[in-house]
């Protein structure tokens, strides 16, 4: 005996729909544990409050006595969507190498900083409002970063998140898996964090539901379009001594990026890693990275460094 049962299709997409979701998150909740080296990332660190939120900052000064720029510190900034722990590769090689003092942050919705939902809002202006004011940069070392939006290509993922209704949506069925797989592909094909790096990039944005955040901490896109000439002209006319390390199977900002860059920004050096290397080169390629910018620190004049 055969029965065929007519439903409409609105019930079944509604019914997917909800399925959908309420599979991603039992997926996501409850959030991950940390690893015992990501919790050590976070009691090494430190707290400063801005306005009523907590900013996690991590400061830590060399041993060593013979570091070449003893009384400079050194600042590290991290990208989307990750945390200060970006530098946990190259940390080590700072302090033993050049630098007698370190400082990394997580800006406000990212990693240990506080993640806030609705009252604050996101963007690169007040985010560096972060960082101490009257700073005086001897040098500055950028990694394929996005700097130019003719030559930047963000994911579908990215350009989803933008959207009203889907950004924050993407952020509440977000999950491990999905998360490993989007940032994976940033990486390059040989040089993919570990199962337990993954695990902890994901711990740290499940660290007070930075993913409920997600689609607001994406907005320096389209600020990276309205301010283009105004932030490329900063660095076309700056003084300071500049460099770029560049990973060129990063598919955001494919090879031509390096092209263009050496154009358009003439008075900065440039050096572009083995072809395997993508978006993240501090951390596929820790040494080749250090080589680098060591390499850029040693050729600077005394007076300048």
Known sequence: MRAMLCVPMGCVITWTAILATALAIFLAWPAPLMSRE?????????FFKYRDYKIFYKDQRSSSDETRFSDEVLICLHGFPTFSMDWLKIWDKFLENKYNRVIALDFLGFGFSDKPVRVFSYNERQQNERLPAGILIKSLCLTNG???????FPKFTQKALMLPYVGPTIGYVMNYFTFRRELGHVFGATTQPTDAEFAD????VRYKDQNLVIHRLIGYIPERRANRDRWVEAI???SIPLLMI?????IINPPPFA???RRTVANSALVELESHVAH????EDPHAFADAYFRFLDGLPTATT
């Open 38 to 46: 990501l919790r050590d990332w976070r009691d090494s660190g430190h």
């Open 146 to 152: 996005g700097i130019f939006p003719e030559t930047n």
């Open 201 to 204: 990039f994901w711990a740290a």
């Open 236 to 238: 076309q006319k700056t």
């Open 246 to 250: 560049y990973g060129p199977a990063d």
């Open 259 to 261: 092209d263009y860059y």
């Open 280 to 283: 993240y080169p501090q951390w």
